[in-house]
């Protein structure tokens, strides 16, 4: 991957994260209800479910998912339930002083895990590396290196 390649991606990757997703509204929600320091596993199992979900897509899984509308709808409305389950249960939480974070029922495990499947079912995420990763491959280059760049930017 050359300079100039990664360099378009950065740009394409940026205007895209800057958008808000169910990630931002995950770590905002943890960040309210935990303060920034417990909010950290949630950020931790965000980044866990994204990095599956590139090597998923790197492992061909993205153009087997591409090539059905089938497969892709269904990814879609799992995304979908999984992010209108997560809205009622915070939509249920009681309300929380702002002065103090409410650490009851905290778990870091819990938070990695909610993260990642935050990520893993978020069909934005799921989209973009689908149809933006293969238009920055070389295609006389190796494969593995490129998705690695691309996955750490």
């Known amino acids: ?47 866990f479910g994204y990095g599956a979900q590139i090597v998923l897509v790197g492992a061909g899984l993205g153009a087997i998912v591409a090539s059905s509308n089938t497969a892709l709808a269904v990814i879609k409305w799992i995304g979908v339930v999984y992010l209108i389950w997560l809205g009622i249960q915070k939509w249920r939480e009681p309300p929380i002083e702002a002065s103090r974070a409410d650490l009851s029922g905290f778990s870091p495990r819990q938070q990695f895990w909610n993260g990642a499947l935050v990520n893993l079912t978020n069909p934005k995420a799921t989209i973009f590396l ?6 920055f491959l070389v295609a006389g280059a190796p494969h593995g290196p490129q998705l690695a760049t691309m996955g750490a930017t």
């Not at 689908?130 to 238009?135: S, V």
Request: hydrophobic share 50%.
């Open 1 to 47: 991957m050359t300079l100039t390649v990664w360099l378009t991606f950065l740009v394409a990757a940026v205007f895209i994260s800057i958008s808000p997703g169910a990630g931002a509204v995950n770590s905002m929600s943890s960040g309210l209800r935990y303060g920034v320091r417990k909010s950290l596993p949630t950020i931790a199992g965000q980044q």
């Open 130 to 135: 689908i149809a933006l990763f293969p238009q």
